[in-house]
């Protein structure tokens, strides 16, 4: 169940960006925010993926 979440998590943690972004383009009627809030938010998971990665001692 907890990797369920986690997975989860990261979804949304890369999908609200976008959808914050596409909100704001709508309300200032501009056509980047989108964009970027779909670049940062998939930052942002690959980011969060990356620390779930279990450490190799050398």
């Known amino acids: ?3 369920a979440a986690r ?3 990261i ?3 890369m999908f609200l ?3 914050a972004g596409g909100w704001l383009d709508d309300r200032l009627g ?3 925010f989108a964009a970027a809030g779909l ?3 998939f930052i942002a ?3 969060w993926l ?3 990665q279990p450490r190799r001692k050398p």
């Open 1 to 3: 169940m907890t990797w």
């Open 7 to 9: 997975i989860i998590a």
């Open 11 to 13: 979804g949304v943690a």
């Open 17 to 19: 960006p976008a959808v």
């Open 30 to 32: 501009t056509s980047f």
């Open 39 to 41: 670049v940062l938010g």
């Open 45 to 47: 998971g690959l980011t």
């Open 50 to 52: 990356v620390q779930l």
